[in-house]
Structure formats: structure tokens, C-alpha cells
């Protein structure tokens, strides 16, 4: 079974720097990719992020790229999402999923965790 938990959410100012994490457990090693997403009020999902297991090629979206970092670290099974320059319009539930059984496709998410930005 495989299991993700967002944390690091939370109230920030525009301009702050928020982390968060996603940690997983269960089919770790099988694990190709583990990506963020978010929703904001009346929006669709979108993609923000990824990064891959195995050498830890990333990916951005173009509203986030050079403010927003994704790392990880294998050995805790832990993904980060270092969140920059914080605009309001970052605004979402952010969500990690992992790509695990077949390529392409994100089957497994966390519960998501909220990020507010306020002016």
C-alpha cells in the first residue's frame, strides 16, 4: 500500500519562503516520479512540479519556475517543495502524487495541504 503525507502548509505573507514536504511509504523503489500539484478556489488542478527518482531530473511550471525548487531525499523517501517569492496567486491546496506503476500516469496523491498568501 502506498501512502503520501503533504506537510508545511500554512499563512505567509507575500514575498515569504514556505517548504513542503510529502513523504512517502510503500513501493518506494518502484517509485519513477513524484510530482506536485495544486488546486486553487474554483480552479483546476494543475501541475506545478516534478522530480524524478533515479537522478532527480525536475520540471516546473512556466507560473513557477525560478521561485519554486523540488528535491529529494531517497534515504527518507521525502520529497520538498521549496516555495520562493511567495505571490497570493500561489494560493492552492498543493498535492504530491507518485508515478509508480505505470509511466505516465500519477494513480497515487496525498490529502493535500493548504498554502495561503496573503497581500
Known amino acids: 500500500q502506498v501512502t503520501l503525507v503533504e506537510s508545511g502548509g500554512g499563512l505567509v505573507q507575500a514575498g515569504d519562503p514556505l517548504r513542503l514536504s510529502c513523504a512517502q511509504s510503500?513501493?518506494?523503489?518502484?517509485?519513477?516520479?513524484t510530482a506536485w500539484f495544486r488546486q486553487a478556489p474554483g480552479k483546476e488542478r494543475e501541475f506545478v512540479a516534478t522530480i524524478s527518482r533515479i537522478g532527480g531530473s525536475t520540471a516546473y511550471a512556466d507560473s513557477v519556475k525560478g521561485r519554486f525548487t523540488t528535491s529529494r531525499d531517497n534515504a527518507k523517501n521525502t520529497v520538498y517543495l521549496q516555495m520562493n517569492n511567495l505571490k497570493p496567486e500561489d494560493t492552492a491546496v498543493y498535492y504530491c502524487a507518485a508515478e509508480i506503476a505505470t509511466p505516465g500516469r500519477f494513480d497515487y496523491w496525498g490529502q493535500g495541504t493548504q498554502v495561503t498568501v496573503s497581500l
Open positions: 510503500g513501493r518506494t523503489r518502484s517509485t519513477y516520479r
